[in-house]
């Protein structure tokens, strides 16, 4: 595809810190959001959306990424779900991506960032309940 340009069907190589490395594919792009789907070699199974959002109280916009993945093997599981050393540091390294995502949102929008701001970063995990079908936070 084009440099410039995300478009459906885009296939990539995540090249980030930690074992998360892996090709995807870009499944949907709209105006305010574009999602990824992982493809064969890659540690997880599913796909991840990036939306900008209005805030609720209508003050700023929001940037969101929704994980809908699982582990692509009983290894993987275990060191993520069991050990939860994978969890930790991937939680770390989507704080990193989201804190780097309104910087560079918040320079393009106002030529520069203040030195001391700070941006707020939330992290919600959820697992669905496989016998309910429900999802909860963990």
Request: proline share 4%; glycine share 8%.
């Amino acid at each position: 595809g084009s440099p410039d340009v995300l478009a459906e069907g885009d296939e990539f190589f995540i090249d980030i810190l930690g074992p998360w490395n892996g090709p995807v594919t870009v499944g949907r792009v709209e105006e305010h959001e574009f999602s990824l789907l992982t493809l064969q070699d890659h540690m997880e199974s599913g796909e991840i959306h990036f939306r900008i959002l209005p805030k609720a109280d209508q003050q700023g916009i929001r940037f969101e990424i929704e994980s809908l993945a699982r582990s692509k093997d009983s290894l993987v599981d275990f060191l993520y779900d069991k050990i939860p050393i994978a969890q930790f540091f991937q939680t770390e390294m989507w704080t990193q991506v989201c804190t780097k995502f309104a910087t560079f949102a918040f320079e393009m929008q106002n030529g520069g960032v203040p030195a001391l701001m700070k941006f707020d970063v939330n992290i919600e995990t959820a697992k669905k309940d496989e016998e309910s079908g429900k999802w909860i936070l963990v």
